[in-house]
DNA sequence: CACTCGTGGAA
DNA sequence: TTTCCAAGAGT
């Protein structure tokens, strides 16, 4: 379950390390839900998103209270939990408890485009009537699926890829649709386009950064400096933070996490 | 449905 | 250097 949080839009490489000092730390939900929220987001890092640190801390209080600290293992209960959604439950149930679900991340997604549809990418949104389609790939037997759960995503993680998919060395090219018509590139618009530098997002992340890497409190005045290029937007960035539950207000007008 | 929410490494 | 993008979720 941590590391299906911390692997939502953060590559593998990068939550290694991280997730190693977590599990070290808090190797129950019980020890997590036990310790601040704060906390979860300083062991957070550098993995981006930190309100999944958030949610997951919020999650285990939710396990501790209603599921006697033992992460649930029913769908509903899964998909009950704050910062879990449809993938991450599924991805849960299989890989922890060896049921029987549709994994579907960004992975299995493009695996499947290529080799049913002949496209090189799925479409933007998933859609209800794509979950339909790929729900029959799932073999019958609960221990078979959930192996081919892992394998359908490791073949997309590391073989049949976004950028330079490793055709030559993929195992089920023979009956893959988008091989077989010469690899068609991409059709339609760019399917993403958005600019980093400048955003509230980048501000957050600044602002959030100066507190993390802060022994103890931090004053207002000195996380604001921290974003100098527009002052204004520095300001709202800070009451998102602590509308978002992100930071909080300590003693003498500092912010703490 | 469209939008927001971090970060850093590889192409 | 710029672009792309990585095991999504919540509003």
Not at 82 to 85: F, H, I, N
């Given at each position: 379950m941590v590391s299906e949080f911390m692997l939502q839009q953060t590559p593998v490489a990068r939550v290694l390390p991280v997730w190693s000092v977590w599990m070290e730390r808090w190797p129950t939900p019980s020890a997590l839900a036990a310790d601040e929220p704060g906390e979860a987001v300083r062991a957070w890092?550098?993995?981006?998103?930190p309100r999944r640190a958030q949610r997951l801390h919020a999650a285990a209080t939710v396990i501790v209270a209603e599921h006697g600290g033992q992460v649930p293992a029913s769908l509903d209960a899964l998909r009950a939990l704050?910062?879990?959604?449809e993938y991450t439950a599924a991805a849960i149930a299989s890989f922890g408890y060896g049921q029987r679900h549709l994994v579907l991340d960004t992975n299995v997604r493009r695996v499947l485009a290529r080799i049913?549809?002949?496209?090189e990418f799925p479409p933007t949104h998933l859609t209800q009537g794509e979950r339909d389609r790929r729900?029959?790939?799932?073999?019958?037997d609960p221990a078979q699926a959930a192996a081919w759960a892992v394998a359908s995503m490791e073949l997309g993680a590391?073989?049949?890829?976004?950028?330079?998919?490793?055709c030559p060395s993929c195992p089920v090219r023979e009956s893959c649709a988008w091989f077989a018509a010469g690899r068609p590139a991409h059709e339609g618009p760019p399917r993403r386009g958005q600019t980093y530098a400048g955003t509230d997002r980048q501000c957050r992340g600044v602002l959030l950064g100066v507190v993390r890497d802060a022994a103890g409190p931090v004053p207002e005045e000195a996380v604001l400096a921290?974003?100098?290029?527009d002052p204004a937007q520095a300001t709202r960035a800070l009451e998102g933070l602590l509308a978002d539950g992100l930071l909080r207000k300590g003693a003498q007008a500092t912010v703490t996490l």
């Open positions: 890092g550098r993995l981006g998103y704050p910062g879990v959604g049913e549809d002949g496209c729900q029959v790939w799932v073999p019958d590391l073989v049949c890829t976004a950028r330079t998919p490793a921290a974003w100098t290029s």
